[in-house]
């Protein structure tokens, strides 16, 4: 049995890492991928985890399979393909730590993940199936994510969802709309940024946008991440929001991630339905969320960056 199985991109963040002697950037490897992130955050919390998705049959790809096994997150779902190289992201990052992205995707071996890859005997041995929008930028990957989607919610399954927006990535901000309206369809928690809120909903005002979501999709649990503001959250009619821990942030890259671990692990662990989740459940569940992502801020990366129990703990009681 599985708590966690996510479908989606794997691939490698390229994060600059000072430069050579000659003056020039210099590029370390890191390991990627909004849901294979959240599956190392919830894997280092002590979670079981399980990733369906597709990488290049080349050095980068067989790297990745490596480092979801050195993170003990299954592999049953991973599948490789010699039509498609593995996808690359090159990760800029500014005085800050805040990031920006430049893809190596044309096509990514992401893209080509079909049905005939996909085991609904691992859908069926979890308690909550988790999936991005970046799975449905394009096919077959984007019916493929839908409708394997779709198996997890007749199965009854807790659906997490990730409407990333990397506009690079989409043909259009049009087409990038409309599929990742797609995914709310099926989604009972869902977490996204100021900005995809507004992209979506048209509206910058939280409580509205939020409000919107809920009256179209019936959108049980949606977390808006601030970054360093922390998080809003609206659960029905109730709302709220929580600040997040004070760090020293040097790359934000899967901070969102880690924070969706945070989340999802603490959901768990309450052995709740969502409609029972009372307010201090909900500020349990904000703040542990909250100080896994701010940890993460504050090494490069993304699936190594990911905290243990203890990490978390620590932030938290030194910050009471």
């Not at 980068?60 to 003990?72: A, E, I, P, R």
């Not at 199936?129 to 394009?138: A, E, K, M, Q």
């Not at 880690?258 to 349990?284: H, R, T």
Request: aromatic share 10%.
């Amino acid at each position: 049995m599985y708590d966690v199985v996510a479908l989606g991109e794997l691939l490698i963040d390229l994060t600059p890492y000072n430069s050579s002697q000659s003056g020039k950037v210099v590029f370390e490897r890191n390991p990627g991928g909004a849901p294979a992130n959240v599956l190392s955050g919830l894997t280092k919390l002590g979670k079981k985890t399980c990733f369906i998705g597709k990488v290049g049959d080349d050095q980068f790809g067989h790297y990745l399979k490596q480092v979801l096994l050195d993170t003990n997150i299954c592999c049953k779902g991973l599948s490789f393909t010699q039509n498609a190289n593995t996808t690359l992201a090159f990760v800029h990052l500014n005085e800050n730590g805040d990031r920006s992205f430049s893809f190596y995707r044309n096509p990514g071996a992401d893209t080509k993940l079909t049905e005939d890859d996909i085991n609904e005997n691992i859908i069926a041995q979890t308690k909550i199936f988790h999936f991005g929008s970046l799975s449905l930028t394009n096919e077959p990957a984007a019916t493929t994510t839908l409708k394997t989607v779709q198996v997890a919610k007749e199965q009854g399954k807790v659906v997490s969802y990730d409407p990333n927006l990397r506009a690079l990535l989409w043909k259009n901000l049009e087409h990038a709309k409309k599929m990742i309206k797609e995914g709310f369809k099926y989604a009972n928690i869902v977490k996204l940024s100021e900005e995809e809120l507004e992209f979506i909903t048209g509206k910058a005002d939280l409580e509205k946008g939020t409000r919107q979501l809920v009256e179209q999709y019936n959108t049980e649990l949606i977390f808006v991440t601030l970054g360093a503001e922390g998080c809003f959250y609206r659960k029905g009619e109730n709302v709220g929001k929580f600040k997040s821990f004070k760090v020293n942030p040097v790359d934000t890259t899967g901070a969102g991630d880690g924070f969706f671990s945070g989340v999802l692990y603490k959901y768990l662990e309450k052995n709740k339905s969502i409609a029972d989740l009372n307010m201090n459940d909900m500020e349990e569940i904000i703040i542990f969320g909250n100080a896994v992502g701010a940890i993460v801020t504050t090494r490069k990366g993304a699936i190594l960056s990911m905290p243990c129990m203890e990490e978390v703990k620590k932030l938290m009681d030194n910050q009471n």
